[in-house]
């Protein structure tokens, strides 16, 4: 008995190195990879490259500096001669935006018809052919209700034009008490 006592715990730490379900396992593994299919879409083919042949070569050259200046002196005479005297010496109101100023009344000295221009806190004195704005204004005409101004400005293709603009008298909050 004591023998088999000590026999049995030796075959059954034997019995335990076995290959018991080890092979079914592996037997199982070949068969499903075997029923395996890969699904795995092919890479296109690349596009060939066909270089472009430049056909050009006696063509007039587009950074030639003579076309370069033609074309500068073609754009110095657009726009119909019209152009802002840059020359001049600015006037003290052409250094605010029109929209920064507020006509709020009228002053005639000398039957000369002038504007009174309210800007921030200050008010200043406009009369015909002063010049006012940021874009090259002219005051061409004072009224009792409107200033008109002429304004030389750039249109999207570089071209000076004439706008005209005009500003109108703002009523007072106190004479509608």
């Known amino acids: 008995m004591k023998r088999c006592l000590v026999v049995l715990p030796v075959w059954l730490a034997l019995a335990g190195c076995g290959d018991s379900d080890v092979q ?3 037997d199982w593994m070949k068969k499903t990879d075997s029923q395996a299919t890969v ?12 270089p472009f042949a430049y056909s050009a070569s006696g063509e007039i050259d587009p950074f030639n500096q003579n076309k370069l200046l033609a074309e500068l002196a073609r754009q110095a005479n657009a726009g119909g001669g019209l152009r802002p005297d840059t020359t001049r010496r600015k006037e003290f109101l052409e250094g605010f935006p029109l929209d920064t ?14 504007a009174l ?6 008010v200043h004195q406009v009369r015909p052919g002063q010049h006012l704005g940021q874009n090259f204004g002219l005051v ?5 209700d409107a200033i008109s101004v002429r ?27």
């Open 101 to 114: 100023m507020k006509m709020v009344g009228t002053i005639e000295k000398s039957k000369t018809m002038f």
């Open 151 to 177: 304004e030389i400005v750039q249109d999207a293709t570089g071209d000076w034009i004439e706008r005209l603009s005009k500003l109108e008298l703002q009523e007072s909050k106190e004479s509608n008490k």
């Open 24 to 26: 079914e396992v592996r």
């Open 117 to 122: 221009l309210q800007i921030d806190k200050s």
């Open 140 to 144: 061409t005409a004072v009224t009792d």
């Open 39 to 50: 699904k795995v879409k092919p890479i296109v083919e690349p596009k060939t490259f066909v």
